[in-house]
């Protein structure tokens, strides 16, 4: 069974897109094959965890998964952090994000350095299931 990593925004991140990892992560979840490293809560109802927690955990996951699927349509710090983490064990990373989001070119330039780091974008929900369809087959 393949372990997953999906890294994304929570703690900036609006409802609207905490809702939204819930329904990735609900995709990914319906592969068998699959098995999704979660969340220490619910991406719309984050836990009062210490830094120090959440660094540990999120860290632990990062390096035990052996893909990361990282949502960057929301900028995070830590989900650059938990990108770099993964790249240094050379755990392939997919990062994906809407196509008009503005990733950094730090995240973006991953992928013309590490041949395991691919850039994804997607449109909407449908264009979403078939894009983690082909990462996960």
């Known amino acids: 069974m393949k ?3 999906l890294g994304c925004a929570l703690y900036n991140a609006s409802q609207e897109y905490r809702a939204s ?4 992560q609900d995709l990914i ?3 068998p094959e699959v098995e999704l490293l979660k969340f220490k809560s619910k991406p719309t109802e984050l836990g009062d965890f210490t830094s120090k927690e959440i660094y540990k955990y999120d860290r632990e996951m990062v390096e035990s998964a052996d893909m990361m699927i990282a949502e960057a349509s929301n900028p995070s ?3 650059g952090m ?3 983490i ?3 064990r050379e755990i392939p990373v997919h990062v994906i994000y809407k196509e008009d989001a503005q990733v950094s070119k730090m995240i973006r330039g991953t992928a013309d350095v590490h041949d395991f780091v ?5 449109k909407d929900a449908e264009d979403l299931k ?8």
């Open 82 to 84: 938990e990108t770099m």
């Open 86 to 88: 993964a790249i240094h």
């Open 21 to 24: 990892i819930e329904l990735l």
């Open 130 to 137: 078939t894009l983690v369809a082909e990462i996960l087959k």
């Open 29 to 31: 979840e319906s592969f």
């Open 118 to 122: 691919a850039l994804h974008t997607y």
């Open 77 to 79: 710090l830590g989900l």
């Open 3 to 5: 372990k997953i990593y």
